[in-house]
């Protein structure tokens, strides 16, 4: 116990040494008697990595909060010191690229870290509180969507849109979007959001939507996590199936693929017994991929070879898509099916069919997640790139990277699928490409021990910045999407038009730049002062 109290005493010591704290360092030693403030090396060290693996930042400690106020007593002591400390909310730890890191600041651990009883125990109370009648689910920032699903479907209900993996955590996924299947006809998650609590840059903790505090509100949605922490949010439920049919079709045709593809998310607005309730795809380049991972139903006594389909450039281009019923439904759902692909062009002899409960569907990923572990296959790097490509230079970029740059090997899937521009509300902070279709391309490789040059670390990052470049250099105006830049300039580049508004929304609800310097965004300001005048206080920052 005596220990533990020095170690806690030397993280508020250290706290008001490194930062210089200019008022009563109250809020802080509160913090630090909850027992909430942590030095331990196991936090620290939890909180300087990511699931990238690519970066290392060391905290100066790690919070993990009981409650929102928590939260925002720990962003008003570093607003208001005198050297200024950062603060990055950490949710399950998934980014890429140290988004969620920090040096010289505190990591909160919004979903508790390696003690997730710690921090849930304290804010369950006020999470995953669901409302029949309205129609919605209550969740804490950092709580996990597996969770949120969890608690919802007691109820009956669950969340419209997802993604792939549903160990994320709800500020995490908000900050960025948040996509899958579903996006073409319920949009990004942020599109399902009705109202959040959310602590800002200078430690206020504020309600907002559409109506109330509506320009944070927005600004958060897809704000990487610049203009405030997300501590509760209100998501739009709607009835939860029981069932889902998955489907997989194979096309060696790439002008087919997307076409089918694009006439798919083109029903969007038709009745769900008329359309697809998930619509995604992948690019198989590797013959082994295709009884892999997100391929795993695939019959391993009966395997597809790419050589026994006449594959354009040794590409095959798989269609993933979903139905879902109630099992009152289930004599339809045949004839509905077979509908819908009777307009499809997929090669005739390659459907593949499973029929399983709905949460099985959504955690699909995280079933695969445990046979990597089991292989020690799981915690690598992960040099992921995320793109969004104009739907006119979608062929340009299957030429040029699907059929060029990638060879004939990869290291993990490559997801591909359209989206509804109109889906997504123009208001929140995430760009686009400017053309009411784009797809998401998704490079999901993981850098292998294996001996194979190209299975490596230096190989995969040089082949993403190949593509990138040739992506420039076609004139393919892609966007990262789970974006990392290394410069202010690159990330004006990134938002274009809506740099203006980022900056100035910036300057408004975080204007010490303190929230998540990981993203390399804003260089958080080095010093302020704090003065009376005229009975209001004043601040003045450099």
Known sequence: MATKLLLITFAICRLIVTVGLTVDPTELLRLVVDSQLSVDPSDVDTASKDFGLMSRAEPLAVLHPGSAQDVARLVRAAYSSAHGFTVSARGHGHSINGQAQTNNGVVIEMSGGGSPGRVMNRVRSGSGRVSEKDMYVDAWGGELWIDVLRSTLEYGLAPKSWTDYLYLSVGGTLSNAGISGQAFNHGPQISSVDELDVVTGRGELLTCSEEKNSELFHAVLGGLGQFGIITRARIALEPAPQRVRWIRVLYSNFSAFTKDQEFLISLHGQPSTHKFDYVEGFVIVDEGLINNWRSSFFSPSNPVKITSINSQGGVLYCLEITKNYHESTADTIDQEIDGLLKKLDFVPTSVFTTDLPYVDFLDRVHKAE?????????????????LFVPKSRISDFDKGVFKGILGNKTSGPILIYPMNKDKWDQRSSVVTPDEDIFYLVALLRSA???????????????????????????????????????TQEEWMDH?????????QRKMDFDPRRILSTGQRIFSPSSSVSISNHGGDKLLSIS
């Open 370 to 386: 445990m046979k990597l572990r089991s292989k020690g296959l799981w915690d690598v790097p992960h040099p992921w790139l995320n």
């Open 448 to 486: 292998l021990d294996t001996g194979d040059e190209t299975h490596t670390l230096e190989h995969l990052t040089n082949q993403n910045r190949q593509i990138l470049k040739f992506c420039d250099d076609a004139g393919i105006k892609v966007k990262q999407y789970l974006p990392h830049y290394t």
């Open 495 to 503: 938002f274009g038009d809506k740099w203006g508004q980022f900056y």
